[in-house]
């Protein structure tokens, strides 16, 4: 496990501290010259810390890249850095868009719009070409629910987001299905609780003609996971299988079904409602189950060997892997 050493770093102005979300952060611009092989010169990184009443959060964001990457499941790359001047820890994300990291990639066939669809899908008239255009949920979210709650994200609701899905995936003639299949099981197998309206949204790029390409976000900002909330002295509580299932069976998404249901959805109910809702996801989302992550939960482990002031107990990645790995066994189970 190697830390990223962030001394000297330039602080991205425009991004500190980051306006969005209820823990600390500011951006950073990674040096153009002796950068570690895993960062991107010139490339703009978000340096994140735990929420003061978790101090371990910000490891749930590092394990939860290496469960995506075990799983096919696009999510930024997250490192372990130390702030410079505090010495305090945190997760350093790759930031998902931008020229250092687009310019290379491969783009499906792009589509045109005329400026009233440009509108709708909240796009302006030129898209970059090296890069993309990011577009939050929330955007989505508030054409299609009138006075939609931006802060509590009340009315969240995956069918809604459908509606979505099937419009991007008419336009462009690609299936965005399975993405969204995939990241939903993410997150149940992290248990994440907080894919609000603000943590996904789409991308746009433009293609050599002009003609525009969307594609989803990858799943970012995984930090309230992965039983983040669970103090050190309660780790001991979670010994038996009994009680990691009590626990992760009590796990629910951000998001509802749908928009008049009274609950947030749980998250084995809701992957149950998407294959049935898409039948076509549902032997993908099985093969990813099928999958060994025993090479996940060695890197988990290896994170424990990290030397910084919040470290990564032995026990909590025990209970962590042990948690994943339960999880996959009862999807297996009502899939």
């Known amino acids: 496990m190697h830390l990223i050493d962030i001394s000297g770093w330039e602080i991205d102005e425009a991004f500190s501290p980051y306006p969005e979300g209820s823990r600390n952060k500011y951006a950073l611009i990674a040096p153009d010259e002796r950068c570690p092989k895993q960062i991107l010169p010139g490339h703009r990184y978000l340096m994140k810390f735990s929420n003061q009443r978790y101090p371990v959060q910000f490891w749930s964001e590092v394990i939860a890249e290496i469960v995506g990457q075990q799983m096919g499941v696009p999510t930024p790359r997250t490192f372990v ?29 792009g589509f045109a719009l005329g400026s009233a669809w440009r509108a709708i899908f909240g796009v302006k008239e030129e898209a970059p070409k090296t890069h993309s255009l990011y577009v939050p949920g929330s955007s989505y979210m508030t054409r299609i629910i009138p ?17 979505w899905i099937s419009l991007f995936s008419k336009s462009a003639r690609y299936d965005y299905w399975l993405y969204w299949a995939k990241v ?12 609000h309206q603000d943590n996904w949204g789409v991308l746009w790029r ?30 001991v509580n979670f010994t038996t299988d009994d009680a990691v299932s009590r626990y992760i069976n009590r796990g629910r998404h951000h998001m509802k079904w749908q928009r008049k249901d009274d609950r947030k959805c749980p998250h084995f109910e809701l992957i149950q409602k998407v294959v049935k809702f898409r039948k076509n996801t549902l032997e993908p989302l099985k093969a ?27 026990a909590r ?19």
């Not at 931006?150 to 069918?159: E, I, M, P, S």
């Not at 939903?184 to 894919?195: H, K, P, Q």
């Not at 002009?210 to 002295?233: Q, R």
């Not at 999958?291 to 919040?310: G, H, K, M, Q, W």
Request: glycine residues 6%; proline residues 6%; hydrophobic residues 40%.
């Open 81 to 109: 850095a130390v702030d410079p001047t505090s010495g305090e820890p945190g997760s350093l994300i790759e930031w998902f868009y931008g020229p250092k990291l687009e310019h290379a990639a491969k783009m499906p066939k």
């Open 147 to 163: 006075g939609y709650d931006l802060k509590a994200g009340t009315q969240h609701n995956f069918v809604d987001i459908a509606v």
């Open 288 to 314: 990813i189950l099928e999958l060994n992550f025993s090479p996940a939960y060695d890197e988990i482990r290896n994170l424990t060997t990290a030397e910084v002031s919040v470290p990564l107990s032995a």
């Open 206 to 235: 433009s293609d050599d003609d002009g003609n525009l390409v969307p594609k989803f976000a990858p799943a970012f900002d995984n930090g309230t996971s992965l039983a983040h909330e669970i103090m050190e002295d309660r780790v």
């Open 317 to 335: 990645a025990d209970l962590i892997c042990r948690m994943i790995d339960r999880r996959i066994t009862k999807f297996r189970e009502v899939l």
């Open 184 to 195: 939903l099981l993410f997150d149940a197998i992290i248990g994440n609780t907080d894919r």
